[in-house]
């Protein structure tokens, strides 16, 4: 009730002034004006960034006003064209959502005039933290293929300090998955691969802004990575806009398209249908795919009403579907696991301008996550246990802000109130009685007989105990926690049932200090997470930036202190499991329940302009974490657990060479290297298989030494013919459950065959495995230190570096119509190229095994108007 009385008390307060762009969005107006005041009407405007091609355009109306709206925050080139006179041009700012005031007075045509060349000294930004910016012109021709992942597939192929991973996951700057998505004022915090919830398609999306340094005051909760992404509008188009598309590829992959968007000065209507089924829809546990179709639908609607200059009016509307198979490995031939996956989501919006300098935003929501994961009709089936959930997770809240320029400061303070409600409905039983086997032979082979229920039997039978005294031992020992939900020795199946709400509360107030060539930020955010633990977080943030023009550079430096929130799902179940997670104590003492972390986040780094059409930015980061998250993955499953560590240190760089459009051809280099090294005592979760061996400090699977992405694009004049190519290095992220060679002889015969194991050459077979190796154990996907070498800190185990490539090739303009109102769209696009076999993470205790997807060609026909 008190978080009730606390929302209805913020929109009462805004009630009396209730009834632009929205977010960040900027807004840019202005009045075209000839050289003796008079207003010109019909005059073209057009706004365009040089390096992420991002461009809109308007035209004077007859008082000689324009409007610009939906700008995403950067640096612009502006350009005002009118026969008869001469070009203006301008370079502008973008940093908030309060409009910004333009008068253009043009010159007669053959007047001396100095305008501003566009290039990459004007895309230079003097802002402390790092970011890159995506507009839909590079999302339209990105190759790369992710059924349902669109969105995170599009952030890992554009950010650097972004180490990708298997089913729309992507690990930023060092980080499991601590993103916050910003859509349209919106903020969404929980996760977003497809095996939790629905993505925004990126067909909806306009532009994204995604920042991987020290995060602003306003930013909050999961903050390693924050996108802010403006959705498309048809407010101001003035036309009846739109595309419609079908494709087909590999794996059966068929879909299709639609989006329709309409308005003018006033009122405006997006919206954007997505679906497509496929036979691959999930990362697998092996190269060739098995039970793995699914299919998703999303339909996306943004509604904008402006009724006067002042007020402003929007209203998001989202939902989506996912069904899919759990994929088999060799071993689980026989499974037929299922999920589905529901999302809604409502945010209506509020903006009113109170004066040219003043802007009030208001953004409740409300959205709702919930998923179904359903086991075999016969629990035996599957292996080596068979589990069913039933989750929802809900929030809504509202977050409110006032943004004021004055003079040299631009001021924004407000308030971010939500609750999440969470239900879990949980079952698991094990089912192979070989998986928590009480005894190994001598050989440390776990003995299948279901007779022994613990250790302590195991001597009178022949055996020796399955624990870390036994010297035989090559596996996971015996895990009492599990064995009474053993169903092979008498055990009953172990059920869950919860519900819990999360409140949480936080006030921010920030700053930007214009002088000179100076920019300074400095902000506070106060956090109250009241869930299964109460914490408050105060965080101060600070930065500076400063922009040497003579040289064309920009120099940094940033800290922020954040508070980190434990992730939702699933959360109720591993707050009650405790150290160890349910195998090794259930419901006891020890079971502490997840807290809130603290970090300490330092950033230093630089922009570059080199000439007109080269821009580089570096960023060093540095980040200290008390209470450190990740997830659990149970066993071959989509479904995971929040668990926490003591201790966290990560530390890298990331980076970005881009350059401008150079009469059509554009590319940009991203790279990245994390130190990503996490501190034992470990908190939550349920099931821990190959945990790091010395129990002290380790190298998570986050941790990454290089990865690297170079796309090259080009398209003729006139939207007609154009090709992609995407390259993406990464040099392997650590293998957690086989440390060593010893380890990777216990595997099964076919996980030996899927990662190409082999003794002095001699590679594994199902009928032949290997048991023992008198010499060198090696593999194909994985480095594998030999026994003894291996160290979880220093010597990791590690995937095998991968080199992919993706190609697209096509045109905009089919039937090269001179007019280019309506077009007719073609491409193919190859996703892995060369067919290359590699692996995303293998018995990851935090990810599972998952292969990255084979050579796969999709073609795609539409019609744009």
Not at 4 to 22: G, K
Not at 234 to 246: C, P
Not at 385 to 412: C, F, I, P
Request: aromatic content about 10%; charged content about 15%; overall charge neutral.
């Amino acid at each position: 009730m008190t978080f009730i009385r606390y929302f209805a008390v913020t929109l009462l307060a805004a009630a009396p002034v209730l009834a632009q762009s929205l977010g960040n969005a900027g807004t840019i107006e202005g009045t075209v004006v000839d050289p003796m005041g008079g207003v010109v009407v019909r005059a073209e405007v057009t706004l365009h960034h040089a390096v992420s091609g991002y461009t809109q355009s308007a035209r004077s109306g007859p008082d000689g006003t324009f409007r610009l709206t939906n700008i995403p925050p950067n640096a612009y080139h502006l350009e005002v064209t009118v026969p008869g006179f001469a070009e203006f041009g301008q370079n502008i700012d973008v940093r908030n959502s309060v409009p910004i005031q333009v008068k253009v007075a043009l010159a007669l045509a053959g007047t001396a005039t100095t305008v501003m060349v566009e290039g990459a000294v004007e895309a230079l930004e003097t802002n402390p933290s790092a970011h890159v910016d995506v507009d839909r012109s590079q999302l339209l021709k990105m190759p790369s293929s992710d059924p349902g992942g669109g969105l995170s597939q599009a952030i890992v192929y554009s950010t650097g300090g972004v180490a990708a991973d298997a089913n729309g996951f992507f690990h930023p700057v060092g980080d499991h998955a601590q993103t916050s998505f910003v859509v349209d004022g919106q903020p969404i915090s929980d996760q977003q691969s497809k095996v939790f919830s629905t993505q925004l398609p990126t067909s909806a999306i306009q532009s994204m802004e995604l920042t991987t340094g020290t995060p602003n005051a306003e930013f909050g909760d999961k903050s390693s990575l924050v996108a802010q992404i403006t959705t498309r509008s048809g407010l101001g188009a003035r036309r009846v806009f739109g595309n419609v598309g079908a494709s087909y590829g590999t794996f059966g992959t068929g879909g299709g398209t639609a989006g329709l968007g309409m308005g003018n000065g006033k009122i405006g209507n997006f919206i954007a249908l997505d679906g497509f089924r496929t036979g691959r829809f999930l990362d697998t546990p092996e190269f060739t795919a098995f039970h793995d179709r699914g299919n998703n639908q999303t339909l996306f609607d943004r509604f904008d009403y402006q009724p006067s200059g002042k007020d402003a009016i929007h209203l998001n509307l989202f939902t989506a579907r996912n069904w899919f198979q759990i994929p088999n490995s060799y071993d689980q031939l026989g499974q037929d696991q299922r999920q589905r996956v529901l999302t809604w989501s409502i945010a209506p919006g509020y903006q009113r301008t109170f004066d040219a300098r003043t802007l009030l935003s208001i953004n409740p929501y409300i959205r709702k996550d919930q998923v179904s994961y359903y086991g075999s009709r016969d629990p035996f089936a599957d292996t080596p246990a068979t589990q069913q959930q039933s989750r929802q997770l809900m929030n809504w809240g509202v977050k409110a802000d006032v943004a004021a320029v004055r003079g040299r400061h631009s001021l924004k303070y407000g308030l971010d109130l939500k609750q999440t409600r969470l239900r879990e409905n949980f079952g698991f039983g094990v089912t192979d009685p070989a998986f928590n086997a009480p005894c190994i032979d001598d050989k440390g082979n776990p003995v299948a007989d279901p007779a022994p229920r613990n250790p302590a039997q195991c001597a009178g039978m022949g055996f020796g105990p399955n624990n870390r005294e036994n010297p035989n031992l090559v596996g996971t020992p015996f895990s009492p926690g599990l064995s009474p939900f053993d169903l092979t020795r008498g055990g009953k199946l172990f059920q869950f049932r919860a519900d819990a709400n999360i409140n949480q509360y936080a006030v921010y107030a920030q700053d930007m200090i214009t002088a000179g060539g100076f920019q300074f930020n400095i902000g506070f955010r106060w956090d109250r997470y009241d869930g299964l633990v109460s914490r408050t977080g105060p965080q101060p943030r600070a930065g500076i930036a400063y922009n040497i023009k003579k040289t064309g550079t920009v120099l940094r430096a940033a800290y922020a202190r954040t508070f980190e929130t434990p992730f939702n799902e699933n959360l109720l179940l591993s707050n009650a499991t405790g150290k160890g997670g349910l195998a090794q104590n259930v419901f006891g003492a020890d079971a502490v329940p997840i807290d809130p972390g603290f970090r300490n986040q330092f950033n230093a780094g630089f922009q570059q302009a080199i000439g007109k059409f080269l821009l580089i930015d570096a960023d060093y980061f540095w980040k200290y974490t008390r209470n450190a998250y990740d997830f659990a993955t149970l066993l071959n499953t989509t479904i995971s657990f929040p668990i926490s560590w003591r201790n966290s240190k990560l530390d890298g760089f990331t980076g970005k060479v881009s350059t401008t459009n150079l009469k059509g051809f554009q590319a940009y280099w991203t790279f990245g290297h994390t130190r990503a090294r996490f501190l034992f005592p470990e908190n939550g979760g349920l099931i821990f298989q190959g945990t790091p061996l010395d129990g002290s400090v380790f190298r998570i699977d986050h941790d990454q030494v290089f990865q690297s992405t170079v796309n090259l694009r080009y398209q003729r004049p006139k939207n007609a013919e154009w090709f992609a190519l995407a390259y993406r290095y990464d040099s392997g992220l650590v293998v957690s459950g086989v440390p060593d060679a010893a380890a990777a002889l216990a595997l099964t015969p076919n996980q030996q065959v899927s990662i190409g194991l082999a003794c002095n050459g001699r590679p594994a077979t199902v009928a032949n495995p290997l048991t023992s190796c008198n010499g060198t154990v090696t593999s194909k996907l994985v480095t594998l230190p030999q026994a003894g070498a291996g160290n979880d800190d220093h010597n990791p185990n590690r995937v095998k570096p991968r080199n992919i490539l993706n190609l697209g090739l096509g045109t905009d303009n089919l039937l090269h119509k001179a007019d280019g109102t309506r077009r007719f769209t073609a491409a193919v696009e190859i996703s892995n190229l060369t067919n290359v076999e590699a692996l995303y993470n293998f018995l990851s205790t935090f990810s599972g095994t998952h292969f990255l997807a084979p050579r796969a060609i999709t073609a795609r026909i539409g019609m744009t108007f």
